[in-house]
Structures are given as C-alpha cells and as structure tokens.
C-alpha cells in the first residue's frame, strides 16, 4: 500500500516529550487526553479543541488545562506546536476548514477555483524554459524505452500522458495503477542507459514513487521529474525537471496544470516524431470499430423524424 509522505513523520519532538514526562503529575483526565495524544498526533493536530475534548470525554476548560499543564499558554499555543512538522500534509485541511467556517459562498469559492488553475498555468508557462522542455521533448523520442510512473492521483496522470504518447514511441509504459508498487519494481529492474523514467510527484508525495525513481536512477535510467519545485525530494535523483505550479484552493494539487503540461508535451512528441502523422492514422484506423460514427447516427435521427410517405398522406 502507498504510504503518503508527510514534511515529517511525527509532530515536533518535544511535544511527545513533553507529554510523557508530565504523565506522572497529570491529572486522569489530562492523562487520557495525553495519551489520546501521543496514539494520534497527526489525528490531534487537525482537532479544534472542542473536538479533542469531545474524543476524550472531557470539557474545552479542561482541554485549555491540559495544554497549560503542558508548559503551554493554552490549546491555541499547544495546536500549532502540535502542527509543527506536518504543516504540508495539513495544508489542505486548514484551508478547507477555513472555507467552511467563512462567509465565502459556493459561487465565489467556483470562480476563485478557476482563477488559481489559470493563474497556474500562467506562472507555469512562465517558468518552464523553451531550451529545457525541448530537451525533455527529445529524450523522450530518443529513449529506448520510456516507463511512467506515478501514485495517488499522479498514478491516473501517468496513465494519460502513456496514452497520449502510444501513437509515437514504440515502447512506452504506465506503471502506474497495475499491480501496485512491486509490479512497477519488476518491470524497472532491468532499466539502465537509453531508457527514460518519467516520475510525477506533488505535494503530498508519496513514497513509492520515490524509491522508484531512486532505483532506476541508481541502474542508470535518466530520470524526468514532473513536480512541484526544488525542494521536491524527486529533484534530486532526476537527469531533468519540470517545476509546475499546482496549488489548488481546497486540495494538495492541482491535476487540471499538470494535465495541461503532460498535453503540451506529447503533443511536442506528435510534432517531432518521425511519421507521426502517419503513425496517429494507423492508430485511429485500428480502433476505428469501437469508435462512435456520428455523421451516421444524424443520418439516421433524420431519417427517423421524417415522416414516411403512408404518414404524410394520413396527415393530408
């Protein structure tokens, strides 16, 4: 099972620390507010106070002492302590609630979606070299063979862009989705030089995509990261990058700019592509069959609504 990667992989230190020291002098109920703590940090840190209370059968004031008795000025100080380490993860959560608990109605909230995925795009198209993506461009038709991999939501991304990319290399596969992660293992075992790893990771990353790419980076496969900037854990193993803006209002990411970046791409692949115009018509001629053929269904909704020569005369 994908396990996602959060900033850190528990809240700050010093708050578990200083819990179990004070277990000791606390009082019951403090106590098992403590030690619902301590089993559910990451659960803790998304709770408003009167949620935490509610969860240990106790009152707010009380759940006010028990941060105080901490060492803390009260639940507000003690949250965002708790916070501390899981500030990405939690992300989406607070803006959420934060919508929520706003005055923002659904329209507002609707236009203000749309005007963050255009201002995505935007900064997006800015930031991505020409130079750069027309080398990425060109590593993909050169690559021997090209593996995409991807998880969560990334895993429905990598399957799209294998689909897009189909009529114009010989070799390309999804390794998303099928199988799961030791499948996509065993399919990248024998990677190395001439084949091409096309990871895509954002916020939240997910670790099974990381240790992918990190292994065939280490069999000498190069390495595409499509993500989120820098600081990303897939920029480092990576032979290139592209960096696409994808923050979203009330989400991790948004799908809708890496989608678009994925389309542009494989679209340079169509254009550059030796016979690929011919290679898009022998495509389209194989699947013709499962293919709907509107021009004859409007012929035959025309020759449905006309009236027969019986029915006209009727009408007469």
């Known amino acids: 099972m994908s396990r996602h990667r959060p900033q850190s992989t528990a809240a700050e230190p010093a708050i578990a620390a200083r819990i179990t020291a004070a277990m000791p002098i606390l009082t019951p109920v403090h106590r098992r507010m403590g030690e619902f703590v301590l089993a559910n940090q990451f659960r ?37 302590a708790l916070v501390r380490g ?33 201002t995505n795009l935007g900064t997006t198209r800015s930031a991505i070299d020409g130079t750069a993506a027309e080398a990425v461009v060109e590593a993909i038709i050169a690559a021997r ?12 991304l990598a ?16 390794l998303a989705l099928i199988g799961g992660p030791t499948h996509a293992a065993r399919r990248l075992f024998n990677a190395g030089k001439g084949d091409l790893v096309i ?30 900037g820098p600081a990303s854990p897939l920029a480092a193993l990576a ?42 018509a022998n495509m389209t001629e194989f699947v013709l069959p499962w293919l709907t053929d509107t021009a004859s269904l409007q012929t035959q909704s025309k020759t449905a609504t006309r009236p027969t020569p019986h029915q006209a005369k009727k009408k007469q």
Do not use: W
């Not at 990381?210 to 595409?224: Q, T």
């Not at 990411?253 to 592509?273: G, K, M, N, P, Q």
């Open 239 to 280: 032979t290139r990058s592209l960096f696409i803006r994808a923050e979203r209002r009330l989400a991790a990411t948004s799908e809708a700019t890496v989608l678009a970046v994925i389309e542009a791409l494989c679209d340079a692949v169509a254009f550059r592509a030796k016979r690929s115009a011919q290679a898009a």
């Open 44 to 80: 803790a840190a998304t709770m408003r106070i009167d949620e935490l209370a509610t969860a240990v059968g106790a009152s707010i004031a009380t759940a006010n002492r028990f941060a105080r008795a901490l060492g803390f000025d009260g639940y507000p100080a003690f949250r965002e």
């Open 159 to 174: 399957s799209l862009m294998e689909h897009n990319l189909l009529p114009y290399h010989d070799n390309v596969q999804s």
């Open 145 to 156: 063979r090209v593996f995409i991999i991807g998880s969560g939501a990334s895993a429905f």
């Open 199 to 228: 990871a895509i990771a954002f916020p939240r990353y997910v670790d099974d995509t990381i240790e992918l790419a990190r292994r065939a980076a280490s069999l000498g496969a190069d390495v595409l990261a499509l993500t989120d």
């Open 86 to 118: 899981f500030e990405a993860t939690l992300a989406p959560v607070e803006r959420l609630r934060s919508a929520q608990e706003s005055r923002t109605n659904g329209d507002e909230l609707f236009s203000a979606s749309l005007e963050q995925a255009a």
